[in-house]
């Protein structure tokens, strides 16, 4: 009895994984289709009819763009903890020089698009901590402008000492986007690239923190530039 307590449940687990998905028999090609949400709670959001437009219907972006970049806030940062290799001491301040560069390299990123007129910062003291679209959009037509680029960075560090040689670090960086259409709310692009930054310990580097810092700069910077190319070529194609 024993073994065929045991044995039942593999069986039941093997017939219900061969088992076809419903949306491929023949019976489910032949039921008529549905076109519109039917569950109620949908519509307290969005209606069926402005569901049906939004994806029926196209954006066009202005032949001269402003966009409003945004980080996305950092927990670890409003905490007034700079996170990652960055403490209290001398190198907070290398720290804020640090954003500013990540910053510049975006900017000058997106600025190469001759469709893009002009790049402002969107600073997070015109948006609540709860972040919302329609919040996004308002800031932003605030500042006159037509698109919002919002972008999260995610850093990873990892080194290895190396006796009799210099230590090693690789450095990765894993960055979000997402491009916001202030006039419809509509997101026609999203972004997710990785970059990565391997070197050695140099001169340069007083200690292992250093060289861990410089190589969290290099990903972020890497990460931050492929986003800009991403966005202007986006822009390039479309109408």
């Given at each position: 009895?024993?073994?065929?307590?045991?044995?039942?449940?593999?069986?039941?687990i093997l017939i219900s994984c061969a088992?076809?998905?419903?949306?491929?028999t023949e019976e489910y090609k032949t039921r008529p289709q549905l076109k519109e949400s039917l569950f109620a709670s949908d519509n307290e959001v969005l209606s069926n009819e402005a569901i049906r437009e939004i994806l029926n219907s196209k954006i066009v972006l202005p032949e001269d763009c402003t966009?409003?970049?945004?980080?996305?806030?950092?927990?670890r940062e409003k905490l007034n903890l700079s996170g990652g290799y960055y403490g209290y001491s001398t190198v907070r301040e290398d720290f804020q020089k640090t954003q500013q560069e990540y910053l510049s390299v975006l900017i000058d990123s997106l600025q190469l698009s001759d469709r893009v007129s002009g790049v402002v910062v969107l600073p997070t003291l015109l948006t609540p901590e709860s972040i919302t679209i329609p919040i996004l959009r308002e800031a932003a037509v605030r500042l006159q402008a037509d698109l919002i680029l919002v972008y999260r960075p995610e850093t990873f560090v990892y080194d290895k000492f190396i006796l009799f040689r210099s230590d090693k670090v690789k450095g990765y960086c894993t960055c979000e986007a997402v491009l916001l259409d202030v006039r419809t709310g509509i997101i026609p692009?999203?972004?997710?690239?990785?970059?990565?930054?391997e070197g050695?310990?140099?001169?340069?580097?007083?200690?292992?923190?250093?060289?861990?810092?410089?190589?969290?700069?290099?990903?972020?910077?890497?990460?931050?530039?492929?986003?800009?190319?991403?966005?202007?070529e986006f822009i390039a194609k479309v109408e």
């Open positions: 009895m024993r073994k065929m307590v045991m044995v039942f449940p593999i069986m039941l088992a076809r998905p419903p949306m491929t966009i409003a970049v945004m980080k996305f806030p950092d927990k692009l999203t972004c997710i690239v990785s970059e990565n930054f050695r310990k140099s001169k340069e580097d007083m200690d292992n923190d250093d060289m861990k810092r410089r190589a969290e700069k290099e990903a972020t910077l890497k990460a931050l530039g492929s986003i800009g190319s991403q966005v202007t």
